[in-house]
């Protein structure tokens, strides 16, 4: 009783002197989001045949738990008492229903808005209506609220993010909150106080490395994402992560890619939002999804982002701490072609600099697991040996013998 006493004790004190609420994602958030396929074009169908497919497929009892509906899901205008009008037309039932629905499901609710005048796609913003849609937002009952910052010529990023994180924690309902500022203030160094996660780039695009260009902005491949930002995975941990976007995972690239996006983005400790459309989901795509093994990487209760330890001819090869002193290690071959791994673990000094730990490879040794072939492999006492193909990878955890 005095433990429990203790816990809800320090879960009070957090919550009463914090901008945000805390506690709310111990580990990197799991969901769905309709933008990266669907932009503003959702409807209350998509949105519950979403949520049953999400628990017919296994994909809930895996921990995707947020259903997320992106820009697009007002109307132009705000009413004539300025409040947010969820459109009628895309959801008839209205908005409340529709989470009632997936609550039903024993999902969680998210919606977006934006910090600026407008939404990226240029529905009513937030600016200085945030205590005003904080309170719309928690008698509803969502769980999420994803605040983009387009439409923000002349407004500080931290003073308006914080003043719509005091406002949902004065609405009195626990939202997560993230941030979806692209990195450009460096909300690593500031935001830990005021959300849950926060995203480190501009927007993802369904390729391996590429860099898709439009007017005067560009999306990225998911490698380009994943080394975008040097130096900031000392900012991540429990409650406070660095958000890489949505996933991409089954939007039209070849399985060995989504094979390696979904491994980056869990060796990376990123939340796992999933963007495609899971009512054509193939059986592919949703084994990819729901690796239970590679899950257990990205949900690791240490809450360490993972680093790149080399990157040499084409073989790029990212380490990852885990609890009991276990590890994951990734190698992608970024190559065209097909190469042939020859890593000899004695030769290797990995160190996290950032947490001061090393598997000290000499001294100690692992047993082998294939995340991906579900198979124990022989130990780190011989060198590990593979052919890797184009854009594929190998995901390893190594046991402390």
Known sequence: ??????????????NSFS?????????????????NTFEINIDEKLIKETADIIVASGMKEAGYTYVVLDDGWMTMERDNNG????DPKKFPSGMKALIDYVHAKGLKFGLYNCAGTKTCAGYPGTRGY????????ANLEIDFLKYDWCNTEGINAKEAYTTMSKALKKAGRPIIFSLCEWGDNQPWDW??????????????????????????????????IAEMRKNIRQFAGPDHWNDFDMMEVGNGMIFEEDKSHFALWCMLASPLIAGNDLRNMSKKTLSILTNRELLNINQDRLGIQGFKYSD??????????????????????????????DFDWKKQHVID?????????????????????????LSTNESFKANLASHDVITLILKKI
């Open 130 to 137: 945030e205590y005003q849609d904080a309170r719309f937002y």
């Open 191 to 224: 935001a830990e106080p005021v959300g849950n996660l926060w995203r480190i780039s501009g927007d993802i695009y369904p390729c391996y490395d590429c860099e898709f260009k439009y007017d005067t902005w560009s999306s990225w491949g998911f490698f380009k």
């Open 353 to 377: 600099e950032v947490n001061n730990i090393s598997p000290s490879f000499n001294t100690t040794f692992y047993n082998i697991r294939d995340a991906w072939q579900h198979k124990d492999l």
């Open 312 to 341: 040499k001819n084409g073989l790029s090869i990212w380490f990852k701490p885990l609890e009991d002193n276990s590890w994951a290690v990734s190698f992608f071959n970024k190559n065209d072609e097909e190469i042939k791994i």
């Open 83 to 86: 409040n947010l009008v969820p």
């Open 1 to 14: 009783m005095r433990i429990q006493i203790t816990i809800f004790f320090c879960f009070f004190f957090l």
């Open 19 to 35: 901008q945000k609420y805390n506690q709310l994602a111990p580990s990197p958030p799991m969901g769905w989001n309709t933008w």
